[in-house]
């Protein structure tokens, strides 16, 4: 199972070619970790280039990131509509019953297995705060939410969370669910050359602005366990390397 990650492309669009180049290359899911827009949760723009090329690189699945979200529901309705590939947050509900234009959690399947996939959004504000009650929106806790989406995986699934909660919470989210085969994150702009292991669970930062795109192969080792078998931090546009 091969899984090509970005994150924090903050409109950077030259990713794209590149990216598109390697997936003829050695075919494999795309998932993007949220913030790719121009746009924030309070600006709004009824163009976003970056969309396009997402959909030009095929992206397969979008966390949603704070670009992604905004506090007016019909703004996220609207930026989700123009999307080609599904927006997915599993700790973000309405309070007013109206229908998500975002998915819960997705199952891919491909030859080499399935995936099973969740995705987190950093908390805008706290549960029960004044904005919840004027917006409607409420952020739900990372860890319970992925320790009930963890119940619900199949034996036979990958389980992979895109997280937009940043490298510190990620580390703390794995040490509470080693379920978790792969944890996918940004919002922090970090950039790890390699995955950063907690427990079992191996956190993969590809760092911001499309610069690079990670590319992980999980395998399942003889006792059924998720591994990572072979991983690379692909460079994708020439840009300087701190943090890597």
């Not at 947050?89 to 998915?103: E, I, K, W, Y």
């Not at 950039?191 to 427990?199: D, I, S, Y």
Request: net charge neutral.
């Amino acid at each position: 199972m091969r899984i090509y990650h970005t994150s924090d492309l903050h409109d950077h669009r030259d990713f794209a070619d590149p990216l598109i180049a390697r997936r003829q290359a050695a075919p494999g899911w795309y998932f993007d970790c949220g913030d790719s827009l121009r746009g924030s949760q309070t600006v709004y723009f009824s163009d976003e280039p970056i969309q396009r090329a997402l959909i030009r690189a095929g992206c397969d699945a979008q966390a949603i990131g704070n670009r992604e979200f905004h506090y007016l529901f019909g703004a996220l309705d609207a930026r989700a509509k123009r999307a080609r590939h599904p927006l997915i947050c599993s700790n973000l509900t309405d309070v007013r019953g109206r229908q998500l234009p975002f998915a819960d959690h997705l199952r891919l399947s491909n030859e080499h297995g399935s995936v099973y996939v969740a995705a987190l959004l950093v908390m805008q504000y706290p549960t029960g705060s004044l904005w919840e009650r004027v917006f409607g929106w409420r952020f739900l806790d990372p860890e319970a939410v992925i320790a009930r989406h963890a119940s619900a995986v199949r034996d036979d699934e990958y389980f992979v969370v895109l997280s937009h909660l940043g490298l510190q919470r990620d580390q703390q989210l794995a040490a509470a669910a080693q379920r978790i085969d792969l944890l996918l994150g940004g919002h922090s702009h970090d950039t790890l050359a390699q995955p950063r292991v907690v427990g079992r669970v191996p956190i993969v930062h590809a760092g911001p602005y499309g610069r690079f795109a990670s590319v992980t192969e999980l395998h399942r080792d003889d006792r059924g366990r998720a591994r990572v078998s072979d991983f690379e931090l692909a460079p994708l546009i020439a840009g300087p390397k701190h943090g890597v």
